[in-house]
Structure formats: structure tokens, C-alpha cells
């Protein structure tokens, strides 16, 4: 029974994939000046939201879309910006017209366009395999010397740094990290060298970075 019902599970999971990956149709579409000459870096807007797609130099892009979508745009610093309807086929020539008027992104945003690219968010990493935030340090930073609570950075062709490196928790500089508990963390770097000069005298032996879960 056990078996038949992960199977159907299986399968279940399966068809659901099938149909999302069905939702997207792959457009492949062609952008020209009026003179039929290719337009390139032409960045196109899907129902007026700026994507990250741009034409390459014959002036073609591909770019995924959903049955909801509606509308394709091509924006060109040098021709403005033009659209047309999408009706579900997987090809589209978009053709500057002569004498159109040339815009910029503020002018866009006027007219109703999104031109800040949506950033997709990224999960926290899991910190919670360590026992403390010196383990986590030791093992996540390349070129971080740990001794107990005594942290050093090695940075790359140099030699092992004298003075323990500052440390930034939320922007702000601690002296400790044994309150901070591993699993509450949500991002570590390390600044070295000319990254590290913002903090002037304080990040000469490099700069550790944390972010903690929200």
C-alpha cells in the first residue's frame, strides 16, 4: 500500500512539473529600426516591467512569457521605446517606427514602466551544522586562522595577519561573538585589502561581515 501511494505521489508530482514547465512559452523575437536594420541592447519590458533581457547584435532576443502576459516592449536609447500585443506565438518582429520620439527611464516611469529590474530573493544559508561562530568562521572563510576565539586572516600572497580582523554584525562593530548562535545567521564575508579601506584604521587586518536572519 505504502508503495502504491508514493507512486501515485510520483506521478502527481510529476504532472505538476510537466504542466508548470508548459505554462512558459519560449519567445524568440527580432527587434529593427526603421530602416530594417537590427537594433542592439534593446532591453525588452514584458507588460511594461524591465527585464534583464537585451537583443544581441543581430538585434534577437528569447525570453520566456506566461499565458497571462500581454504585452512585449523594446526600449532603445537611441530609437525609445515601442510595444506590441502578445497573442501567444513564439515569434515577434518589433519594428521601430520612423520619427518616434526618444525617451529616458525617468520618461518611462512617467508612462507607467517599471525599469528596476525585480531581484529574485535567495534563501538564507543553513549555519546551523556548527556548534559556535568561530567553527563557522574557521570553515567558511577561506584563509581564516582560528584559535579558540582568536581569529586571524591570511590574506592571498601575504603573510598571516598580526591584529585580529574587525567584525560587523549588522552594521554594527562588536568585540565578541559568543552571543551569536549560528543558526540565527544569515550571510558571512570577508573584505581584505582595498574592500577593507572603508573602515579605514579599524579593517588594516581585514573586515568580517554578518548578517543575521531577519
Not at 109 to 131: H, I, M, N, Q, W
Request: hydrophobic fraction near 40%.
Amino acid at each position: 500500500m505504502k508503495i502504491l501511494i508514493t507512486f501515485v505521489l510520483i506521478v502527481c508530482y510529476t504532472a505538476q512539473i510537466n504542466a508548470q514547465k508548459k505554462e512558459i512559452q519560449w519567445v524568440n523575437g527580432t527587434v529593427l529600426n526603421a530602416d530594417q536594420q537590427p537594433v542592439k541592447k534593446a532591453v525588452i519590458y514584458i507588460d511594461s516591467v524591465k527585464t534583464k533581457t537585451k537583443t544581441n547584435k543581430k538585434g534577437e532576443f528569447r525570453i520566456g512569457l506566461k499565458p497571462a502576459n500581454k504585452t512585449i516592449s523594446a526600449y532603445s536609447w537611441n530609437y525609445g521605446i515601442v510595444t506590441k500585443n502578445y497573442q501567444g506565438n513564439d515569434g515577434m518582429l518589433i519594428v521601430f517606427p520612423k520619427n518616434e520620439s526618444v525617451v529616458s527611464e525617468e520618461q518611462l516611469e512617467e508612462l507607467g514602466f517599471e525599469t528596476k529590474v525585480k531581484r529574485t530573493r535567495r534563501e538564507p544559508k543553513d549555519y546551523s551544522k556548527y556548534l559556535n561562530m568561530y567553527q563557522l568562521i574557521a570553515t567558511e572563510i577561506p584563509g581564516a586562522v582560528v584559535n579558540g576565539t582568536s581569529i586571524r586572516l591570511v590574506p592571498p600572497n601575504s603573510i598571516q595577519s598580526i591584529q585580529q580582523p574587525l567584525i560587523i554584525v549588522d552594521g554594527n562593530p562588536v568585540s565578541s561573538m559568543e552571543y551569536i548562535f549560528p543558526r540565527e545567521v544569515a550571510s558571512v564575508r570577508v573584505l581584505r585589502d582595498d574592500a577593507a579601506s572603508f573602515y579605514g584604521a579599524r579593517g588594516a587586518s581585514g573586515v568580517i561581515l554578518i548578517k543575521m536572519k531577519m
